[in-house]
């Protein structure tokens, strides 16, 4: 909401008060935190050493020692709606993301569009004088909306983010990405040859965005929406990675749930009389 002009207009500018305070950009709050949203897409409950996973994860897991850990929740387990309820905090029908947007139909409820009086974290944020980014993977505007033609009204930019780099759709190449850079398409800075990766382009380019403002403005807050491209298929790990994990997994899905399963009840995620379900027969 605008301040009102508290100055003095008169006839004469030498009997006029100016009132700066209505055209200054909006203040956080004195110490106002910075806030980093991270959103990895198909990451299962027990995928994470800190929720008692095979997958080594430390510096999550640092963070999840001083923070909380939920072991009960509501999901819509699908990337769109639930992007859309992370950052409107509304339910994803009242989204109109009943599907992915790919899957949107012309019913309420399930257009693929976010009604604009659906406020985003992003655009309450900046409104209140926060740096807002947004880097990774968007998948929250429909897929004619995906092109140099259409409007920007559901990109990143136009609902909040004032710096955004990364993808539109539900997923592409993490070698050969399609990537947008604050509204225009722009080719990968290197060659996978040269040891390029799009999770580690996108970590990059939010570390930039933070410097250039901080640089300046070191005490003004940020909002980082970090949402990398992995673990959403296509699956393309890096061979460092890929020799890093071998061998780990190979005694099988059902030695790994087990396994899991123990280390859960240890660590009282789950109660100590949880049993595995049987397996899905039509496979995941």
Not at 36 to 64: H, K, Q, W
Not at 145 to 165: D, Q
Not at 214 to 232: E, S, T, V
């Amino acid at each position: 909401m605008g301040k009102p002009f508290r100055g003095v207009v008169n006839v004469d500018i030498r009997d006029s008060v100016p009132d700066w305070s209505p055209f200054e950009p909006p203040q956080a709050p004195a110490d106002a935190p910075n806030v980093v949203y991270v959103v990895l897409d198909d990451v299962g409950f027990s995928a994470m050493r800190c929720y008692g996973g095979p997958i080594e994860t430390p510096n999550i897991d640092r963070i999840a020692a001083k923070g909380v850990r939920y072991t009960q929740w509501h999901t819509t387990a699908l990337c769109s709606p639930t992007r859309s309820c992370l950052l409107t905090g509304r339910n994803h029908t009242r989204n109109s993301m009943a599907c992915i947007t790919e899957a949107a139909i012309g019913f309420p409820n399930a257009s693929g569009t976010i009604p604009p009086e659906n406020g985003m974290l992003s655009e309450i944020l900046a409104e209140r004088g926060w740096n807002t980014y947004m880097v990774g993977k968007w998948h929250l505007c429909p897929t004619d909306e995906m092109n140099l033609a259409a409007t920007r009204r559901n990109w990143p930019s136009g609902r909040g983010f004032e710096r955004w780099y990364g993808f539109l759709g539900a997923e592409t190449n993490q070698w050969y990405p399609d990537l947008v850079y604050d509204n225009h398409p722009v080719d990968q800075p290197r060659s996978p040859e040269e040891g390029y990766h799009l999770t580690e382009d996108v970590t990059d380019k939010a570390l930039e965005f933070i410097k250039d403002a901080k640089a300046i403005a070191p005490d003004k807050p940020f909002f980082l929406y970090y949402a990398p491209g992995a673990c959403h298929a296509p699956h393309h790990a890096p061979k460092e990675w890929i020799e890093k994990f071998a061998g780990k997994f190979d005694m099988g899905y059902d030695a790994i749930r087990e396994q899991t399963l123990a280390r859960q009840k240890e660590m009282g995620i789950v109660a100590a009389d949880t049993e595995l379900p049987p397996i899905n027969p039509i496979g995941t």
